[in-house]
């Protein structure tokens, strides 16, 4: 298993895996599909913009994927990130989701960031508990404050020093 950059070639292996996680799951409250060119286009800007897209790959899939950008706009919170991560199903458990968040905990770390966030539904027990493992605390819970499948949904706040 590798961890490198996303490219625009990797945005259809991308969209699949998070279209699982859309179509089928609680662990985002996005309800629309992505589809591969919004995910190009995702993966162009953040590294545009200065941030990281990165995926983990075998010989044959990608396993996984990462990215950040920042908390919230302005300038107040310019050092202030939030990640989004997910591994596929056959490859949870392996640490490649603990290797995609050091990677982007490292080079967010290294162009200045302060804090990470991570916005994780709080019915993804699993997400959660990886996030814990990771050394994030939970500092808020929004009640329904999503809402996905005709259901309210919380949104637990973790936060990282880095």
């Excluded at 080079?107 to 990470?116: E, F, L, T």
Aim: some cysteine; overall charge positive.
């Amino acid at each position: 298993m590798t961890i490198r950059r996303a490219m625009p070639t990797d945005a259809a292996a991308i969209s699949a895996l998070w279209n699982l996680h859309i179509t089928t799951r609680l662990t985002t409250f996005n309800s629309a599909p992505k589809t591969d060119p919004q995910v190009a286009a995702q993966i162009a800007q953040l590294q545009k913009d200065g941030f990281g897209f990165w995926v983990a790959v075998n010989e044959t899939a990608v396993l996984g994927f990462a990215y950040y950008g920042q908390f919230r706009g302005g300038i107040g919170y310019a050092h202030t990130m939030e990640h989004t991560i997910y591994v596929a199903d056959g490859a949870a458990g392996r640490g490649y989701g603990q290797q995609l968040l050091n990677t982007v905990e490292t080079d967010a770390r290294n162009k200045g960031a302060h804090v990470m966030m991570a916005g994780v539904s709080a019915e993804n027990g699993p997400g959660i508990a990886f996030h814990a493992r990771c050394g994030y605390i939970e500092v808020a819970r929004l009640p329904d404050v999503g809402r996905k499948f005709d259901r309210w949904l919380d949104l637990v706040l973790m936060q990282k020093f880095l």
